[in-house]
T-cell receptor
Framework: GQQLNQSPQSMFIQEGEDVSMNCTSSSIFNTWLWYKQDPGEGPVLLIALYKAGELTSNGRLTAQFGITRKDSFLNISASIPSDVGIYFCAGQPENTGNQFYFGTGTSLTVIP | EAQVTQNPRYLITVTGKKLTVTCSQNMNHEYMSWYRQDPGLGLRQIYYSMNVEVTDKGDVPEGYKVSRKEKRNFPLILESPSPNQTSLYFC????????????FGPGTRLTVL
């Protein structure tokens, strides 16, 4: 099955720094979703993107749907300790009903 | 409160003993899915359902069954569990139509001995 390439795999940053991560795919996607997962819990949806070029913010988080429809990025500005966790991208290819593919995750550590 | 619930949250069983993990959503969503999460492999879709009595295979369906007799429930059945099905399982639901946001349950950690 398809897998999304998500990078970086892990990040260690100082509190207050900005963070950027991205996902790429070999196929065109209709939808990109970004999730955060804390240990022992299910992924929580952060941002949903539906159109090529779309740029959407949720507080300090900003995500964009790439114009080629094969990539997306997530930025976190002014990181804080509670941003720690694993971030996943997910994409839905064209004409696949409810089939989603996930990236392997970016583990974020914020050093106070 | 809008949510996806799963039961049990933790389960230890032995090879070959049939088990069912239940999933229920109270958001009247059309679509529901099951995923397994393994280290280094991320989340992989097992099965999904686009409506009552409509199910389809995801990426890793072998060894699993599902049913969708009611809109709110989507149980995952392991007829004869094996150790390679030890994993963290998540159920998710999606409204459908123009809205493809998936909402996840809290997870079920399954260990097959």
């Amino acid at each position: 099955g398809q897998q999304l390439n998500q990078s970086p795999q892990s990040m260690f940053i100082q509190e207050g720094e900005d963070v950027s991560m991205n996902c790429t795919s070999s196929s065109i996607f209709n939808t990109w979703l970004w999730y955060k997962q804390d240990p022992g819990e299910g992924p929580v949806l952060l941002i949903a993107l539906y159109k090529a070029g779309e740029l959407t913010s949720n507080g300090r988080l900003t995500a964009q749907f790439g114009i080629t429809r094969k990539d997306s990025f997530l930025n976190i500005s002014a990181s804080i300790p509670s941003d720690v966790g694993i971030y996943f991208c997910a994409g839905q290819p064209e004409n696949t009903g409810n089939q989603f593919y996930f990236g392997t995750g970016t583990s974020l550590t914020v050093i106070p | 409160e809008a949510q996806v619930t799963q039961n049990p949250r933790y389960l230890i069983t032995v090879t070959g003993k049939k088990l069912t993990v239940t999933c229920s959503q109270n958001m009247n969503h059309e679509y529901m899915s099951w995923y397994r999460q393994d280290p280094g492999l991320g989340l992989r879709q097992i099965y999904y359902s686009m409506n009552v009595e409509v199910t389809d295979k995801g990426d890793v369906p072998e060894g699993y069954k599902v049913s969708r007799k009611e809109k709110r429930n989507f149980p995952l059945i392991l007829e004869s569990p094996s150790p390679n099905q030890t994993s963290l399982y998540f159920c998710a639901s999606t409204q459908g139509g123009s809205y493809n946001e998936q909402f996840f349950g809290p997870g079920t950690r399954l260990t097959v001995l």
